[in-house]
Nanobody, 118 residues
């Protein structure tokens, strides 16, 4: 069984920074893509950032230049460094991974709240 556990959310003032972490555990053979999504109140969940197993990254236009995604393959962890935070970044942030166990499956974390005050 695979579990994704996120940490690092909280309350921060506009212009501040936060770093989110998401660690995968269980009978993991390998992890390909790792992603972050976010869901603001009353809105649909939206793609935020992704990183491939080779380290290639992609970002939503709304966070490009402010957020940085990275990964540590040794401990099956993905990070999201968020800088120059804005009130519109307020959302629940979810990690998402494609993990090979018996077969390749997609897994979600439970979410961590990020609140940016103006």
């Amino acid at each position: 069984q695979v579990q994704l556990v996120e940490s690092g959310g909280g309350l921060v003032q506009a212009g501040g920074s936060l770093r989110l972490s998401c660690a995968a555990s269980g009978s993991i053979k390998s992890i390909s893509a790792m992603r972050w999504y976010r869901q603001a109140p009353g809105k649909q969940r939206e793609f935020t950032a992704a990183i491939t197993s080779g380290g290639s990254t992609s970002y939503a236009d709304s966070v490009k230049g402010r957020f940085t995604i990275s990964r540590n393959n040794a401990n099956n962890t993905v990070y999201l460094q968020m800088a120059s935070l804005k009130p519109e970044d307020t959302a629940v942030y979810y990690c998402n991974m494609d993990i090979l166990v018996a077969g390749l499956r997609n897994y979600w974390g439970q979410g961590t709240q990020v609140t940016v005050s103006s």
